[in-house]
């Protein structure tokens, strides 16, 4: 298979396979997140200022008073590379473009000189982090090899997209290739690992906030 055919096929049926086992993954594991069933709970509800699911989602978004001086390194680059991820994928128009073909959707890119540089940001961002997980004991020993997985099927697609727009290393077309099946690499996995919390993230924080109200505490 030539640099052509290989760019033609995860452009083509590699990629119909990987938007396919995302869409069944995230759609079963919701289902099976939102059929669990949970106790209607007996107890009178305890009314407290800001217990309630709303405010978990802001106040979790946050960091918790004193932890950002305590851990620097996980709250200011683990918002760095959230943010700059989500303006890499969203905001690129090559992405938009994509997204425009698959779907119809469409709205304003920012400009490539821009995410060229929050790509190289976030990139930059996740290594920092990584390097601190690794050198913290602590860090290190609560890390599984799902931890390490999950980082680098993240990583990839952003420096391989990152190095077929600079012409880097490898031929464009070869470079671009790569990029697309890391993609979907992300894709396919995204829904069978800690990754899919991009799905769960408000409604878990929401959900623990609305628990907690009923006890008038507020989290």
């Not at 106790?39 to 932890?67: C, E, I, N, Y």
């Not at 779907?103 to 304003?108: E, K, Q, Y």
């Not at 990583?155 to 727009?165: D, I, K, S």
């Amino acid at each position: 298979m030539n640099e052509l055919q290989f760019l033609t096929w995860v452009r083509g049926p590699g990629l119909d396979i990987a938007v396919g086992i995302f869409l069944l993954g995230v759609v079963w594991r919701l289902l099976e997140i939102y059929t669990l069933g949970r106790r209607k709970d007996l107890a009178a509800p305890r009314h407290a200022a800001g217990a309630s699911g709303l405010h978990t989602v802001f106040r979790r978004s946050l960091p918790p008073q004193g932890m950002l001086k305590r851990s620097p390194v996980s709250y200011i680059g683990g918002y760095l590379f959230h943010v700059g991820l989500a303006i890499v994928v969203f905001l690129f128009a090559p992405h938009i473009l994509l997204v425009t073909n698959l779907t119809g959707l469409s709205w304003p890119g920012l400009p490539s000189q821009f995410v060229d540089l929050v790509a190289v940001v976030t990139m930059a961002a996740m290594v920092v982090v990584l390097v601190d997980r690794i050198n913290k004991p602590a860090k290190r020993f609560l890390s599984t090899f799902e931890d390490w997985f999950t980082w680098a099927v993240t990583f990839l697609p952003v420096l391989t997209g990152w190095m077929a727009v600079q012409h880097l290393l490898l031929p464009y077309t070869t470079m671009l290739a790569l990029h697309i099946l890391s993609v979907e690499v992300l894709l396919v996995v995204l829904p069978f690992t800690k990754l899919f919390h991009a799905f769960t993230l408000f409604g878990s924080r929401w959900y623990n906030g609305k628990a907690n109200a009923q006890r008038g505490v507020p989290v």
